[in-house]
């Protein structure tokens, strides 16, 4: 009986001992700001991480729940599982906003003056409209199907004030002067947010992850979102870090427009990777605004 006893102590003294499985996890995630917060993710090569153009795929994504972890607008990702159409729960905010308005120096303001605008009915024009009252100029909204599009419109001259994201509202503020104009930032929608709703920022593209994952693999994704964590923080005291991993992983893989200009936006790009967990009152205001919610259980708890 004894022995017995002893065997069976060295057999759970054994298994207490070996260590956990090693996962690995598969990641979508858009193009931008966002692919830069997975900079330490793929540097590290472990995972398997896809960087895809635009929401649709995104979409598809959430929806089909083949994917691990998913970076996705938060309003996207809460609409979908507020719907009951994905399996996902909400774990951190990687971006969070960074929309500005530039205008050409040479043309005065005037009453109502054209805004050329993008994402009609998507998240810009409802962050717009709903800080438009703390803005000290009058303008008329003229809705274009991209960025990209504003940015034509501001370098060719067409529109003198346009609504920009960080960082193309650098580069074509870079593009504007090689053609002989000056465009310079006239305002900031986050502070303008800050002095509506109390709060410094509003919430954007989030980690969503499969809520099927064990205990122990939600403890390895948290490891890396740790590791998001640390590298933010070290680009904040040192942004030659970011712009030499650029370059080596390339502008074109991550889908920015240069190395040289995520440095140069890092304080207005606003990658912040946080827990969502921390951040419950930021989300609520600004998912408010799509008259959506989440619930508690959706939210990955630390």
Not at 29 to 42: F, Y
Not at 45 to 61: C, K, P, Q, R
Not at 97 to 110: H, M, Q, R, S
Not at 202 to 211: E, G, K, L, S, T
Request: aromatic share 6%; glycine share 4%.
């Amino acid at each position: 009986m004894k022995k017995l006893v002893l065997i069976l102590m060295l057999a759970l003294s054994m298994s207490a001992c070996t260590p956990a499985k090693k996962y690995t996890f598969t990641w979508l995630s858009p193009k931008g700001a966002p692919s830069v917060s997975l900079i330490p993710i793929l540097k590290a090569d472990v995972d398997g991480v896809e960087l895809v153009d635009g929401t649709d795929v995104i979409s598809a994504a959430l929806i089909q729940g083949d994917k691990d972890v998913i970076i996705a607008p938060i309003n996207l990702g809460s609409k979908l599982i507020q719907a009951g159409d994905a399996n996902y729960k909400l774990l951190a905010i990687v971006t969070w906003g960074n929309l500005y308005i530039v205008k050409d120096e040479a043309v005065p303001f005037t009453d109502s003056m054209d805004l050329a605008m993008f994402g009609s009915k998507a998240v810009p024009e409802l962050v717009l409209n709903h800080v438009s009252d703390q803005l000290d100029f009058n303008f008329t909204k003229v809705p274009f199907n991209a960025v990209a599009d504003v940015k034509g419109q501001l370098v060719s001259k067409a529109y003198a004030l346009g609504l920009l994201a960080e960082p193309l509202a650098t580069a074509t503020i870079a593009a504007a002067k090689a053609q002989g104009i000056t465009l310079s930032i006239v305002a900031d929608l986050q502070a303008a947010w800050k002095t509506k709703t109390g709060f410094d920022n509003y919430p954007q593209a989030a980690i969503f992850v499969r809520d099927d994952l064990s205990s122990t693999q939600l403890k390895q994704l948290k490891d890396r979102v740790n590791s998001m964590i640390d590298y933010v923080t070290s680009v904040s005291a040192d942004k030659s870090i970011v712009e030499t991993d650029i370059t080596s992983l390339t502008p074109e893989v991550l889908g920015v427009p240069s190395a040289a200009i995520v440095k140069a936006t890092w304080d207005r790009l606003n990658v912040d990777v946080q827990y969502a967990s921390d951040k419950k009152a930021e989300i609520d205001a600004f998912l408010a605004l799509f008259s959506l919610s989440l619930d508690a259980s959706k939210v990955v708890s630390e």
